[in-house]
């Protein structure tokens, strides 16, 4: 299946380089009075352009950012810790002057981090970001070894103790697991460098808690299903060949496929919007899909892990999950203040399921937990837009503040 998909990938990836040529070149003449043909062409190419997915992480385009007083200053962007899965990246403004740690931990589900590129930009605004960058699984060479669920919680416990005590964690949605096992496990440990505050921001803690359409599907199929259907080996021709993954490409086109009316109606709206000389909302657009297109694959041990532990076994909040061997216990959790993030209108990880993480760390004193509902956001707004920045974001930074 993967042989299949990168013959075509390669072979269209020839068509949208000279499509962008054309587009280049037709740019340069639908700006005059009567080139609206020319402005036709031009938008059909950016639509053979843009139709395609690519596997290469985009940039992360931070390099200003205007502060609360509307100074705008510059932000520096650091590799500081590379692992063959993951670099640690971290991102600090020039003018900051020993913000709070914080290392936001980005979801392993088919998507950069970049993704996070707006979750960034917001916290960046009073705190030190670190960034858990993960790499495309098919350009991980397989001497490297697999990856599974417990390299994962392991990689963020690394990460926390090379920023130190006194840190901060924010989990955004798939890795609030992770997160909150490595917390654990750090408490029960009674490690120095264990985090001042862990945030959980739509993750499915317990998925038997209103279950959504991503749950249930989960749950239908028994795990060979998974194992035999969607797990392919990188083809030959990569620098990952021959490992076993789950191809980004599969992910994407079953997201697609949920809102196939949706996403052709917003590419007629680009094509409608570059003719008609509406370039920002062309742009908005383009931008979007040039960032929903770039995908990554996972590898298969860290995929099938997650759908047997978190899905049909749920096995966290079912005081089941272990790690290397030996039991977490969020009850071991007593010096870090918990945050739950929930939006009300999510329909992939629905309320309650996050909510559940408050009743797991149950050493934790009263006054050291704290769950935000937001109303009217979906699960893409729980971290990003319009109610992120000016409700959710507010809460979360006073969080990290108290817990200080």
Known sequence: MYDAYQSYADISDRMRIVAASGERLLRQWSTTQYAYPLRCMEAYYELVVLAGFTHERPDYQI???????????????????????????????????????????????????????????????????YVTDWRNARDISLDKGAFGIDDFVQCIIDFIKFMGPQSH????????????AAVAVMAEDNDPDQPASLTLMAGPIDT?????????????????????????????????????????????????????????????????SRVEGDSEKADRIRAFYEEYFAIMDLDADFYLQTIETVFHKNALSEGKLLFKGRSVMPSAIKKTFLLTVEGENDDICAVGQTLAAQDLCSGLRSYMKLHHLQPDVGHYGVFNGRRWENQIYPVLRDHIRCSV
């Open 169 to 180: 964690v924010v989990a955004v949605c798939q890795p609030a697991v992770a997160a909150l």
């Open 208 to 272: 038997c808690a209103s279950p959504t359409k991503v749950n249930e599907f989960a749950k239908s199929k028994p795990i060979e299903w998974f194992r035999e259907k969607l797990i392919s080996v990188v083809p030959r021709s990569l620098p990952g060949a021959g490992r076993r993954v789950y191809p980004g490409f599969l992910q994407l086109t079953a997201f697609v496929s949920m809102n196939v009316e949706r996403h052709a109606n917003a590419f007629v709206d680009l094509f409608r």
């Open 63 to 129: 390099t200003q950012l205007t502060t609360h007083d509307r100074a705008v200053v510059d932000v520096v962007e650091e590799t500081v810790l590379t692992t063959p899965f993951c670099s640690l990246l971290r991102f600090s403004r020039k003018d900051a002057d020993n913000e709070p740690r914080v290392l936001l931990v980005a979801p392993m589900s088919g998507h950069f981090a970049t993704l996070l590129r707006g979750t960034i930009r917001t916290l960046l605004r009073d705190h030190d970001v």
